[in-house]
């Protein structure tokens, strides 16, 4: 069963070392989030798994890494300091601030009975900072609110020294910056956040042909890596969700305790952001076909995630409570490649016999998988405390070791125990966790 209140990985989060409030001991930073021991890594492998598909496994796309800070000509060119804004309303009776298309009643002390909202203004969520070394006198500069825009200002140095050509695409991992009116979902919508996108670069007639291919792609992802087909969907967004640059755009989302919610955007964005910046900087952003002696402006297929709602659908998913030996437990089903640790290493017992052994063992496994070692409190703790942080294999080291030189590995979703030789160990984990 996954789970059905936020509340419940919001708790497991922080008892367990995945997501703690930003800057707690002062009083918090809302809507900021520090990402603890467990939730670095699974934030991590997130991103791994996501650059592993788009790119590892494609010789069609290659992975750069821009700046963040951007001059204004990049982002004027772009549209999103003209059209980069959303609708701000003012309650006259509570005196917050609000997205006027997303107000909702538990965002008002007053429940909306009684509030008097003023006229929508525009809101531009460009943040925006200086560059120099003396107060006043730097230049101005924005933080960006998308990766995009490094992949689009970089097309003609990748299409030079990776020999790519369309299709083809652009892919990259990495923080961007957004002044939302209304931060909130725990780590759903925040203002600093990592996103994973990919420009996919077409001739202009094979278009409709990838964005096509792309929400399907990418709504595979999602279920391969153990999301349930019934708690995600496509949707196409309509005529006035439109963005400026986009022809057409889906959404992938996911069935989230408050409703449906975006982990994803694929966007047709035509040939607006490569005409937009050759325009602006005079440059060619082209590409010529020598096998059709034609020459044109690409169009654009952009799959564009979010690292940190994509995880927190993951853990709401991947979240169950069941009985063990009369015992209730709450386990994490993550997938293997998104679990934080792979294997934990469990001596039976911290006496100083076991512990020598169990250190070489988790030494070659760690050289391979990224594990936990702990011979803290009874062994039926130890592995009601690896169910709950998602580890899908404990490999416990008994006094039996000593003799037969075999370990019992024990599965998390089943809780089967397997005995096996510990010169066979590395392969039946590689086996059981499939990489």
Same mark, same amino acid.
């Given at each position: 069963?996954?789970?059905?209140?936020?509340?419940?990985?919001?708790?497991?989060?922080?008892?367990?070392?995945?997501?703690?409030?930003?800057?707690?001991?002062?009083?918090?930073?809302?809507?900021?989030?520090?990402?603890?021991?467990?939730?670095?890594?699974?934030?991590?492998?997130?991103?791994?798994?996501?650059?592993?598909?788009?790119?590892?496994?494609?010789?069609?796309?290659?992975?750069?890494?821009?700046?963040?800070?951007?001059?204004?000509?990049?982002?004027?060119?772009?549209?999103?300091?003209?059209?980069?804004?959303?609708?701000?309303?003012?309650?006259?009776?509570?005196?917050?601030?609000?997205?006027?298309?997303?107000?909702?009643?538990?965002?008002?002390?007053?429940?909306?009975?009684?509030?008097?909202?003023?006229?929508?203004?525009?809101?531009?969520?460009?943040?925006?900072?200086?560059?120099?070394?003396?107060?006043?006198?730097?230049?101005?500069?924005?933080?960006?609110?998308?990766?995009?825009?490094?992949?689009?200002?970089?097309?003609?140095?990748?299409?030079?020294?990776?020999?790519?050509?369309?299709?083809?695409?652009?892919?990259?991992?990495?923080?961007?910056?957004?002044?939302?009116?209304?931060?909130?979902?725990?780590?759903?919508?925040?203002?600093?956040?990592?996103?994973?996108?990919?420009?996919?670069?077409?001739?202009?007639?094979?278009?409709?042909?990838?964005?096509?291919?792309?929400?399907?792609?990418?709504?595979?992802?999602?279920?391969?890596?153990?999301?349930?087909?019934?708690?995600?969907?496509?949707?196409?967004?309509?005529?006035?969700?439109?963005?400026?640059?986009?022809?057409?755009?889906?959404?992938?989302?996911?069935?989230?305790?408050?409703?449906?919610?975006?982990?994803?955007?694929?966007?047709?964005?035509?040939?607006?952001?490569?005409?937009?910046?050759?325009?602006?900087?005079?440059?060619?952003?082209?590409?010529?076909?020598?096998?059709?002696?034609?020459?044109?402006?690409?169009?654009?297929?952009?799959?564009?995630?979010?690292?940190?709602?994509?995880?927190?659908?993951?853990?709401?998913?991947?979240?169950?409570?069941?009985?063990?030996?009369?015992?209730?437990?709450?386990?994490?089903?993550?997938?293997?490649?998104?679990?934080?640790?792979?294997?934990?290493?469990?001596?039976?017992?911290?006496?100083?016999?076991?512990?020598?052994?169990?250190? *070489? +063992?988790?030494?070659? $496994?760690?050289?391979?998988?990224?594990? #936990?070692?702990? =011979?803290?409190? !009874?062994?039926?703790? /130890?592995?009601?405390?690896?169910? *709950? +942080?998602?580890?899908? $294999?404990?490999?416990?080291?008994?006094? #039996?070791?000593? =003799?037969?030189? !075999?370990?019992?590995? /024990?599965?998390?979703?089943?809780? *089967?125990?397997?005995?096996?030789?510990?010169?066979?160990?590395?392969?039946?984990?590689?086996?059981?966790?499939?990489?």
């Amino acid at each position: 069963m996954p789970a059905k209140d936020l509340d419940q990985i919001v708790n497991l989060c922080k008892r367990r070392g995945f997501v703690y409030p930003s800057a707690e001991i002062y009083g918090g930073f809302r809507s900021s989030y520090d990402y603890g021991p467990l939730g670095s890594l699974m934030l991590r492998n997130v991103k791994e798994s996501w650059i592993r598909t788009m790119v590892q496994q494609r010789d069609d796309t290659v992975l750069i890494d821009a700046a963040i800070l951007g001059p204004p000509q990049v982002f004027e060119a772009s549209g999103h300091l003209a059209n980069f804004s959303d609708p701000l309303v003012d309650c006259t009776v509570c005196n917050r601030r609000f997205r006027e298309d997303h107000i909702e009643e538990r965002d008002c002390p007053q429940g909306k009975k009684g509030c008097e909202f003023t006229e929508s203004r525009a809101f531009n969520l460009m943040f925006k900072t200086t560059a120099g070394p003396v107060e006043g006198s730097g230049a101005d500069v924005y933080m960006r609110p998308e990766t995009a825009q490094g992949m689009f200002v970089n097309f003609a140095n990748v299409l030079q020294t990776s020999r790519k050509r369309p299709p083809f695409g652009i892919a990259q991992v990495g923080k961007s910056f957004r002044n939302e009116i209304t931060p909130g979902n725990f780590i759903f919508r925040t203002r600093e956040f990592e996103q994973m996108e990919m420009e996919f670069f077409v001739p202009p007639a094979e278009g409709p042909k990838w964005y096509e291919y792309w929400c399907q792609a990418r709504l595979d992802w999602y279920v391969e890596l153990g999301i349930p087909r019934e708690m995600l969907r496509i949707r196409p967004h309509d005529a006035d969700e439109l963005s400026h640059y986009s022809a057409g755009t889906s959404d992938v989302e996911f069935m989230f305790p408050w409703g449906w919610g975006e982990l994803e955007g694929i966007a047709q964005r035509t040939d607006f952001d490569l005409t937009q910046h050759a325009n602006a900087s005079g440059q060619k952003l082209d590409f010529f076909d020598q096998a059709t002696n034609e020459r044109y402006i690409p169009y654009v297929i952009e799959p564009a995630a979010g690292a940190n709602r994509t995880m927190a659908a993951f853990l709401l998913a991947a979240y169950d409570e069941d009985v063990v030996n009369e015992e209730a437990r709450t386990v994490l089903r993550l997938h293997p490649r998104l679990a934080p640790y792979k294997v934990a290493v469990l001596p039976l017992s911290k006496k100083d016999t076991l512990s020598p052994l169990a250190r *070489e +063992i988790y030494g070659k $496994l760690s050289q391979r998988y990224m594990c #936990d070692y702990d =011979e803290t409190q !009874a062994i039926g703790r /130890r592995y009601r405390r690896q169910d *709950e +942080i998602g580890t899908p $294999l404990c490999v416990t080291v008994d006094f #039996d070791s000593l =003799e037969d030189n !075999a370990v019992t590995i /024990r599965h998390r979703d089943s809780t *089967e125990q397997v005995r096996v030789p510990i010169a066979e160990l590395l392969d039946n984990v590689s086996n059981i966790l499939g990489f």
